[in-house]
């Protein structure tokens, strides 16, 4: 089996990421690989029937965009890894760990897997999503109940 080049850990900025992001470096270590972090803000829907709630939905969006970044930045150096990306994007969440996944030449993506949710959200969960559309292999990173 050869080695992972790029590793992608996506992130939900959860009191659990460090774990999970822990867990994509080691990896990356063992490897020599490159370790990307993604965090994607979600899509917020404007009301387009309505102008004046145009720039209120953006500022929000940008606050978004601005402490998401904040965040990656600080799981960044808690990893004290060098060979390391930090991205923020928006979007669907599964559809941009997908789309990173193709245009990065990623070969692994490690993402955390939450346990206390029940059979049916776990079917509609964000890594299940991942698990079933990646194009390289996935490590779901248990986080517990």
């Known amino acids: ?6 590793i992608l850990c996506a992130v939900d900025l959860s009191d659990e ?4 992001a822990t867990r994509a470096m080691e990896l990356a270590k063992q490897f020599g690989a490159k370790l990307s972090l ?3 803000v979600e899509y917020i829907p404007i009301d387009l029937a309505n102008e004046l709630v145009l720039p209120q939905q953006q500022e929000i969006e940008d606050q978004l965009i601005e402490q998401s970044r904040k965040a990656i930045s600080l799981l ?8 390391i990306t930090e991205n ?3 979007g669907s969440t599964k559809a941009e760990i997908i789309e990173f996944t193709k245009d990065n030449m990623v070969d ?3 993402i955390g897997q939450h346990g206390r949710h029940g059979f049916s959200r776990l079917l509609g969960s964000t890594a299940n999503a ?11 990173v248990y986080i517990g109940a």
């Open 130 to 140: 991942v698990l079933h559309h990646a194009s390289c292999d996935v490590l779901a």
């Open 17 to 20: 990421n460090l774990a999970v």
């Open 88 to 90: 923020t994007v928006t």
């Open 38 to 40: 993604l965090h994607v």
């Open 108 to 110: 692994l993506i490690v």
């Open 76 to 83: 960044a150096s808690k990893l004290e890894f060098e060979n």
């Open 1 to 6: 089996m050869r080695g992972y080049q790029h």
